[in-house]
T-cell receptor
Framework: EPEVTQTPSHQVTQMGQEVILRCVPI?????FYWYRQILGQKVEFLVS????????KSEIFDDQFSVERPDGSNFTLKIRSTKLEDSAMYFC?????????????FGNGTRLTVT | AQKITQTQPGMFVQEKEAVTLDCTYD???????LFWYKQPSSGEMIFLIY??????QNATEGRYSLNFQKARKSANLVISASQLGDSAMYFC??????????????FGTGTRLTIIP
């Protein structure tokens, strides 16, 4: 069964450094998302992306964050200058279509640790 | 106000018993979708089951079923004949606001289910 692939599985970085989290969504999916989950807490929406532009973003997704689909397969989340509070599990997700019935299919996540 | 409320932070259930995980939601939209996801200790998020607000039948998917009570705004997940592999965190999520482009899922805080042999 096709799946969403995220790399790396674990990233350790120093505060102030830039990180890029990578995702390969399911190939025929058109809608892409990033979520994050701080350890032991709820899963929080960051951003949705469709047709090469952001369709919605949360208040968490400030100027330090950006997303890009540089080619036909990858979907990336960049954090320009990481803070300690950015430490979390970051999930990429995709869905084949819009609409209430379409589930999001999640990757296995990237655990980001900022030291 | 919380859009999705899961009031059980943790549950312990004997193997082979059925278990109900509670979820209530809050929305003013008539059209919405409710989802359940499983998160094992390995961390991935696995889609389990979906219920649409206009679906007349309760959703079922193998051992998973959804007890949907629209008037009460509840969408409880029922797992029949629980297995050790069901031990995981379970999240209820909702997608409302069907305007194009607003497709995000809003998650509850989750219930950690532990199956006891």
């Amino acid at each position: 069964e096709p799946e969403v692939t995220q790399t790396p599985s674990h990233q350790v970085t120093q505060m102030g450094q830039e990180v890029i989290l990578r995702c390969v969504p399911i190939s025929n999916h058109l809608y892409f998302y990033w979520y994050r989950q701080i350890l032991g807490q709820k899963v929080e929406f960051l951003v949705s992306f469709y047709n090469n532009e952001i369709s919605e973003k949360s208040e968490i997704f400030d100027d330090q964050f950006s997303v890009e689909r540089p080619d036909g397969s990858n979907f990336t989340l960049k954090i320009r200058s990481t803070k300690l509070e950015d430490s979390a599990m970051y999930f990429c997700a995709s869905s084949v279509r819009t609409g209430l019935r379409s589930p999001l299919h999640f990757g296995n996540g990237t655990r980001l640790t900022v030291t | 106000a919380q859009k999705i409320t899961q009031t059980q932070p943790g549950m312990f259930v004997q193997e082979k018993e059925a278990v109900t995980l509670d979820c209530t939601y809050d929305t003013s939209d008539q059209s919405y979708g409710l989802f359940w996801y499983k998160q094992p200790s390995s961390g991935e998020m696995i889609f389990l089951i979906y219920q649409g607000s206009y679906d007349e039948q309760n959703a079922t998917e193998g051992r998973y079923s959804l007890n949907f009570q629209k008037a009460r705004k509840s969408a409880n997940l029922v797992i029949s004949a629980s297995q050790l592999g069901d031990s995981a965190m379970y999240f209820c999520a909702m997608r409302d606001d069907p305007n194009f482009g607003n497709e995000k899922l809003t998650f509850g805080t989750g219930t950690r289910l532990t199956i006891i042999p």
